[in-house]
């Protein structure tokens, strides 16, 4: 298991998978290592539920903040084709933020779930002394749809086209060129680029889109592990090749020359806002067509070939594509937060010394 971030599948199947509660009938997508989502029959419509963390940095402004955190949650559940229709929300707030700092933030929420037809239907607020930004709580959402109209993570087949959307690194680019601009030892249009790309870190909308336009056979976000960990979970599930083409994968203005300064594989860096789609041939043009009418930059960027392999593969330009050990976002992370940290005790106390 990495020191830091989601747990790799050995960890999974030791300790997860085999304890799982009770085994019930009504449980049709059950946890799985690289799947987002369950699925439970009610009445044979098809329930689908996803919960993750709540993340709000307050340096990125709290309205930007806010939306960013709920557009990580809902997605878990969007990327399924079903829109995500009802919330659960717990918050464990650090007592450092004020009544009106938690009304922009629950405000923020409000706004973005009613335009996507979401309601809260329960939830839990309150302050605790040792919670601290910016993990403040969790969130559990729901959708419901019909069984046939789930877009499964491991659906895809041979003969399906690869599409990406936006592109890889996307998201720690933009995070950490926002939070750290200034030890980023680059041009200043660079930085601007670089910083820009916390636009568009946002999914939800895109794969409903792309789930309506169709037929798309298996769809993820692009996350924890980034593109190389989503091509490989997704080629796992479905027990298929994935053949890529590394030069057709969009790239966007600023990410190369922040990884290459930072030192890290922007294929393997995380990229919330990115999504990796399979698609039938016959309906490539029509998700392609329904995206950039979103403004969305979108790729086709290979295709799935049959594989004797249980596990699946990626080949990207003739070679094989692991599963990255880890997110180099969080090391990279961790060591600019620790430049910070050092620059602004050495300031306060020069400040001290006069």
Not at 183 to 190: A, F, G, H, I, K
């Amino acid at each position: 298991m990495s020191d830091l971030g989601k747990i790799d599948r050995q960890f999974f199947d030791r300790h997860v998978a085999p304890n799982l509660g009770a085994d019930r009938d009504d449980v049709t997508v059950g946890p799985r290592h690289g799947v987002d989502f369950g699925v439970i029959d009610v009445g044979g419509q098809a329930l689908v539920t996803a919960t993750d963390p709540l993340s709000i940095m307050p340096q990125l402004g709290l309205e930007r903040a806010a939306r960013f955190a709920l557009d990580l949650i809902l997605a878990d559940v969007a990327v399924s084709g079903i829109p995500p229709s009802h919330l659960s929300i717990c918050f464990t707030l650090p007592e450092s933020m004020t009544d009106d700092e938690f009304a922009t933030v629950w405000g923020t929420i409000h706004e973005e779930c009613a335009d996507l037809g979401v309601a809260v239907v329960t939830g839990h607020t309150a302050r605790y002394t040792d919670a601290s930004h910016p993990w403040v709580g969790a969130a559990t959402v729901l959708g419901v749809g019909d069984h046939d109209e789930i877009v499964r993570p491991d659906g895809a087949s041979a003969g399906d086209r690869l599409l990406l959307t936006t592109g890889p690194a996307v998201e720690s680019v933009g995070l950490l060129s926002t939070l750290f601009g200034d030890q980023l030892e680059l041009s200043e249009d660079v930085v601007v680029d670089a910083q820009a790309r916390l636009e568009e870190v946002y999914c939800v909308r895109d794969a409903l889109t792309a789930a309506a336009a169709g037929p798309v056979t298996a769809m993820h976000d692009v996350t924890e592990g980034g593109l190389a960990g989503a091509l490989n979970e997704m080629a796992a599930g479905a027990g298929a090749r994935f053949a890529i083409d590394g030069d057709a994968v969009p790239m966007r203005p600023g990410v190369r020359a922040v990884c290459e300064f930072l030192e890290i594989d922007p294929w393997a860096a995380t990229s919330s806002g990115s999504l990796l789609l399979a698609v039938e041939p016959g309906g490539v043009e029509d998700v392609i067509a329904a995206l950039e009418d979103r403004d969305t930059v979108v790729a086709e960027i290979g295709r799935v070939e049959a594989t004797h392999s249980g596990d699946g593969e990626v080949i990207v330009d003739g070679d094989r594509l692991e599963h990255p050990d880890a997110d180099p976002s969080w090391r990279a992370y961790a060591e600019l937060a620790d430049r910070a940290h050092d620059y602004s005790n050495n300031c306060n106390g020069l400040h001290t010394d006069r």
